[in-house]
């Protein structure tokens, strides 16, 4: 999974950004 690297990720994953950023 690169793109959490990228600041589009977020989109793509608006649920997941809490779970991997804790």
Known sequence: MTRLDHP???ESY???PIVMKS
């Open 8 to 10: 589009d990720w977020k």
């Open 14 to 16: 608006p649920k997941v």
